[in-house]
């Protein structure tokens, strides 16, 4: 059973979900990780999302969803430009690295630059480099959407997070 939901086709027009019900929601959609990385200023910038979606493939394009607050907003704003690194499932500690506030996670992590001089992560499962192609406010957060300029796969699997915990993609169904 569903509980405090309301599942009604006619909620009531004033009818609102409280943050708390939403955050419980969403923990039960699994998500595969990503970092999200950017050059500025001669600085290599990133942090861990999850929000990230496909937006169509013609012209191939995403969007991704970024807290104002997080320092990589200010940097993808006016760079204009970045990656989207699936981080495999063997990469659990380039995950957790990227979502704290630690000076130069970049550091100590092997990456490399993209043509157009972007970070990328090596040993990822997949990337898509992007373009910014329109940006828009909602709440707290940014939606930034890209236009794919390069990509590529690796074959190796993705590390998820459901529940609040990273996981790793069953191997039989
Ligand atoms: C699994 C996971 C997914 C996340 N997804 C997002 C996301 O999609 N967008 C976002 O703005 N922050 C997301 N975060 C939070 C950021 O990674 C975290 O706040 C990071 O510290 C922000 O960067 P900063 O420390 O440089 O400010 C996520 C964190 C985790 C652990």
Sequence with gaps: MIDELRLSNSPAPSAQV???TFRRVMRSLAGTVTVISTENDGGLHGFTATAVCSVCAEP???LIVVNRSARTHAHISRRQAF???VVAEDQRSVAEKFSTKENDPFG???HSLTVNRVPMIDNSSAYLECQ???MRDVGTHTIFIGRIVNAGVSGKAPLLYYDGQYSKLPTTV
Aim: proline residues 13%; contains cysteine; hydrophobic residues 40%.
């Design 60 to 62: 191939p394009t995403i």
């Design 83 to 85: 990656v989207v690194n």
């Design 132 to 134: 910014v192609c329109d």
């Design 18 to 20: 409280d943050s708390d």
């Design 108 to 110: 100590a992590i092997p």
